[in-house]
């Protein structure tokens, strides 16, 4: 069985049931698991025709690759890949595009929490290369909490040529780096937009980084040098959705 047909949790598991539950081929519920939300789950999944098999807590420790599935585990259909080309026609579509930009995160806690935060304000999409950035694993679905199968995310071939395509349609880019010069809290974020975020490591890529219309920074008062960056993407993010509301 593939990894990627997993997924676990009780948030991921209840959102891919209620977003696409044509997707969910088969549930397993921790045996002697006595909790209110897990009997909800197997009445949903009940109403879908989903068979549901009860097993030992190890059975779903070796399912999920020992991850933290709170006693509930779905094999599912994988998720369609989208890319650019989808990207620009949702584009098309949209009234006031808000995209999030991940230049090459490769941690799967991170991508996780990256699409909890661009669902939480909001955000058309997420966008990431494919190469050298992590994809929708189970680990990615368990910790986006059911963000995973709402929001899009975007696999491009090759970022820069996308960001040109997306500026072609009238977007604005802001990069995100702790040493702009340029205050994320004095840049006009209301227009269509797209948050670019740099990698664990290394920051946003060169070609990224030249590819911005502008670079912000959040300003820091502490000893740190960079903020994890699904923190300072939540930031950024919720920095727009204040100006947009405003
Ligand atoms: C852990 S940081 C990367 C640190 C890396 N050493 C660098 O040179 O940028 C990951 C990403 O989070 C974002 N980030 C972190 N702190 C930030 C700050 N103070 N202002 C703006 N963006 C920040 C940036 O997009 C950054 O590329």
Redesign the pocket.
């Known amino acids: 069985m593939k990894k990627q047909d997993i997924t676990f949790g009780i948030h991921a598991v209840e959102a891919v049931l209620k977003h696409s539950p044509e997707r969910v081929i088969e549930m397993w519920v921790q045996a002697g698991r006595d909790d209110q939300r897990l009997t909800a789950l197997v009445q949903t999944a009940a109403e879908f025709g989903v068979a549901v098999q009860t097993s030992a807590r190890k059975v779903l420790d070796e399912k999920s690759d020992n991850g933290q599935h709170q006693g509930v585990l779905a094999r599912v259909k994988p998720v369609k890949q989208l890319n650019e080309k989808d990207l620009l026609t949702l584009v098309e579509k949209t009234d006031m595009p808000f995209f999030l930009i991940l230049d090459g995160v490769t941690d799967p806690h991170n991508l996780g929490a990256c699409l909890r935060n661009a669902d939480a304000a909001g955000a058309h999409g997420v966008i990431v290369p494919r190469d050298n950035s992590v994809g929708l694993t189970p680990t990615v679905s368990k910790v986006a909490c059911g963000a995973a199968e709402v929001v899009p995310l975007f696999q491009v071939t090759n970022l820069a040529r996308t960001m040109k395509s997306l500026q072609d349609k009238g977007i604005w880019i802001v990069g995100?780096?702790?040493e702009a010069d340029s205050d994320?809290y004095k840049t006009d974020l209301k227009g269509p937009l797209a948050i670019a975020?740099?990698?664990?490591?290394?920051?946003?890529r060169r070609l990224t980084r030249e590819g911005c219309d502008s670079i912000a920074?959040?300003p820091?008062s502490g000893s740190v040098s960079?903020?994890?960056?699904s923190v300072?993407s939540g930031i950024c993010l919720f920095e727009a959705v204040r100006q947009r509301l405003s």
């Open positions: 995100a780096a702790g994320l975020m740099g990698a664990e490591d290394k920051g946003l920074s959040i820091m960079s903020l994890n960056v300072a």
